[in-house]
């Protein structure tokens, strides 16, 4: 336990935890999968289940992190020893590099547009930007640089103690990625064609029904943005004093991660249909490095906004990507006694390696961009196994441990001490006990079921 203190100096909840949530998942998750699973009847879905399967599993786990002060491991361990309750923190270790695994790639993405961007190197012609996105992405040596860029800046920083500073740094730049966000989607909004996009976002078609698979997708991304199910807002619970409340800061998290997402929704579909042809769901992951230079190339000072737009991307996705190798860093120094700098060496090698094929997956290698008898390449898998699954199953995990096995009363104990603000904890209880684990299992269950038959 004497190692957890120097893994970073103590910040505020709300800013470790907005820091850790808002990410690539809002401004290229959201956008991606809102497009892939046709629009606004999917965004209405993600909504339902930030509100109600997500806050109240949020609550949940930064009960069981300020009560425990450890990792997720260490956390079941102490609530109840000697059973096999670690094995749930093992899971959200696993899943840890998991996600980690293919974010890096991601964020890698980010890091080369903020060159790509101010040089010019991708024009804003609609054709030539998609290709430069396949161009880029299937060369390997590129691909595998800037991940491993990302990779290593987010061990340096967990390493060398300066995670406090980057957060505070990031909490005076997130307000100025909002406004350059309102900023995009007010230029968007007057683009030919923007009047479609917004249609596509904002008006459900409910003749569609939707597939267990796109229920599954909305709730594996609300999952995934506001970082939960894994173990780190367990970890964060920890920063957590007594008087900030619980309710109170994991409503504030959520209501920031989600104006954040739904804002990137109105610069990527109104700029996306002005380009003639557009298909959204047919772009897959680049959606937004496609659209977006077509969307700079159309504002005077393009290159300057996006630039900074890139550079802002890639902090937001760096203050992710600390908190995700922060789980598995923090459990093998509280469980297994490493030395930080031990646990953070071997765990950033183990997830570079696990990284490679996702960063090979877009056309560098054949074989992981199409993998044979699955039908999907090595980071859709790796998106569909973690995100999709691992997360939700994390969180169910979690309602039934907090509803069943440490109690209702004992997590109200914590979150309601020193007469904390907190709603309704009738209704709470009832949702971490029956509606949170129900509508988790139905929607897994039957989209495992539409898979198999
Ligand atoms: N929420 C972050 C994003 O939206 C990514 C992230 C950080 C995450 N920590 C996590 C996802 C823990 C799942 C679990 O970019």
């Known amino acids: ?255 920031l991660d989600t104006s954040l997402a739904l804002l990137a929704g109105f610069v990527i579909f109104p700029s996306g249909f002005s380009i003639p042809g557009f298909d959204p769901t047919s772009t897959g992951p680049g959606l937004i490095f496609m659209v977006l230079p077509r969307l700079f190339a159309t504002l005077p000072g393009g290159q300057f906004f996006g630039a900074a737009f890139f550079i802002l991307l890639a902090l937001a996705a760096l203050t992710s990507a600390i908190s995700l190798l922060e789980v598995p860093v923090a459990h093998f120094i509280d469980s297994h006694g490493w030395s930080r700098k031990r646990a953070v060496v071997i765990v950033t090698t183990a997830t570079f390696a696990l990284a490679v094929p996702s960063a090979l997956a877009m056309g560098a290698s054949s074989f992981f961009s199409d993998l044979p008898g699955i039908g999907m390449d090595f980071q859709s898998l790796m998106i569909t196994v973690w995100n999709d699954f691992a997360l939700p199953i994390g969180g169910l995990i979690t309602a039934i441990f907090v509803g069943y096995v440490w109690r209702i009363d004992s997590a109200l104990e914590e979150l309601l001490a020193e007469q904390a603000w907190f709603p309704n904890p009738k209704l709470w209880g009832w949702m971490v006990r029956y509606a949170c684990p129900l509508a988790i299992f139905v929607i897994i269950f039957m989209n495992i079921r539409s898979m198999i038959v």
């Open 1 to 255: 336990m004497s190692d957890r203190g120097t893994w970073g100096s103590r910040v505020g909840f709300v800013l470790a935890g907005a820091g850790s949530a808002v990410g690539l998942g809002n401004i290229w998750g959201f956008p991606t999968r809102v497009g892939e699973n046709g629009g606004a009847a999917f965004v209405l879905v993600y909504l339902v289940c930030v509100i109600f399967i997500c806050l109240p599993i949020m609550i949940a786990e930064l009960a069981i992190g300020r009560r425990t002060q450890s990792d997720p491991v260490g956390a079941y361990a102490k609530l109840r020893p000697g059973t096999r309750w670690w094995m749930a923190g093992g899971l959200g270790v696993a899943a840890g590099f998991g996600v980690l695994s293919f974010y890096s790639v991601v964020a890698g993405w980010a890091l080369a547009y903020i060159w790509f961007s101010a040089s010019g190197a991708v024009s804003g012609d609609a054709v030539e930007s998609a290709t430069f996105f396949t161009d880029f992405t299937s060369h390997a040596p590129s691909s595998l640089f800037f991940t491993f860029v990302m990779l290593a800046a987010t061990a340096g920083i967990i390493l060398g103690g300066i995670r406090a500073g980057i957060e505070r740094v990031s909490k005076l730049l997130m307000p100025v990625l909002a406004i350059l966000l309102v900023v995009l989607a007010w230029h968007a909004s007057t683009l030919p064609g923007a009047a479609e996009g917004l249609a596509y976002y904002l008006k459900p078609d409910f003749s569609k029904m939707m597939s267990f698979g796109a229920l599954n997708a909305a709730l594996g991304q609300a999952f995934f943005s506001l970082s939960l199910g894994l173990g780190t807002m367990l970890v964060y619970g920890s920063y957590l004093t007594k008087r900030e409340g619980i309710a109170k800061s994991a409503i504030m998290v959520v209501a």
